[in-house]
């Protein structure tokens, strides 16, 4: 148990299909992160949030579009996707934005997306 | 532009034996790092960090050795166990930026 609940574990999806990943954490923690982990490529930063704001857009296509409703919540809501996108899609979170001073960042344990 | 990379790909050892995993990094600013070890089915979990001002840390069975002169960080573990088994993954971040950037990955392999 990590602290990070990430839901769906498993999610096929077709490319016209609007889904979303859910990731929540028991931890009190302030800022929250959404990384991309697609096979031989290192982990990619999508999007950070610190205290429900939005503080790291990384050049991610619009049709990956977060939401995160309070500091404990956190959705990655998926429309018109390409099978490119087919990754594990890892929630984190760290007491405070960066996950270097309070020393790491903590994460789930992702959601496999297949987009077909 | 920035990178952390890892020197291998796969690393092999017999149980028992000492595990050295290297990692290279290209940020003269970074002063933090860490390694995270990530099981199969899992996510990342935090092994141990290791900040500028220091050169050496350990843990249990583990120790982080950071040369800033050459920016390489290497994490060793000590009588690999079946266990350790995973891929390793090298990070880094410095004051002020907003996430850790992750470097590609070791798998290590133990062999009974």
């Known amino acids: 148990e990590t602290g990070v609940t990430q839901t769906p574990r498993h999610l096929v999806m077709g490319m016209t299909n609007k889904k979303s990943l859910k990731c929540e954490q028991h931890l009190g923690h302030n800022a929250m992160y959404w990384y991309k982990q697609s096979a031989k490529k290192p982990l990619e930063l999508m999007f950070v949030?610190?205290?429900?704001?939005?503080?790291e857009n990384n050049s991610v296509p619009s049709r990956f579009s977060p939401e995160c409703p309070n500091s404990s919540h956190l959705f990655l809501h998926l429309h018109t996707l390409q099978p490119e996108d087919s990754a594990l899609y890892l929630c984190?979170?760290?007491?405070?934005?960066?996950?270097?001073?309070?020393?790491?960042?903590?994460f789930g344990e992702g959601s496999r997306l297949t987009v077909l | 532009g920035e990178s952390v990379g890892l020197h291998l790909p796969t690393l092999s050892v017999q149980e028992g034996d000492n595990s050295i995993i290297n990692c290279a990094y290209s940020n003269s600013a970074s002063d933090y790092f860490i390694w995270y070890k990530q099981e199969s089915g899992k996510g990342p979990q935090f092994i141990i960090d290791?900040?500028?001002?220091?050169d050496k840390r350990q843990g249990q069975r583990v120790t982080v050795l950071l040369n800033k002169t050459v920016k390489h960080l290497s994490l060793q573990i000590a009588a690999t166990q079946p266990g350790d088994s995973a891929v390793y993954f090298c990070?880094?971040?410095?004051?002020?930026?907003?996430?850790?950037?992750f470097g590609s990955g070791t798998r290590l392999q133990v062999q009974p």
């Open positions: 949030y610190n205290f429900k704001e939005q503080t």
């Open positions: 990070a880094e971040n410095q004051t002020g930026r907003r996430a850790l950037t």
């Open positions: 984190a979170s760290s007491q405070k934005e960066g996950g270097a001073h309070t020393g790491e960042l903590f």
């Open positions: 290791i900040r500028s001002n220091m």
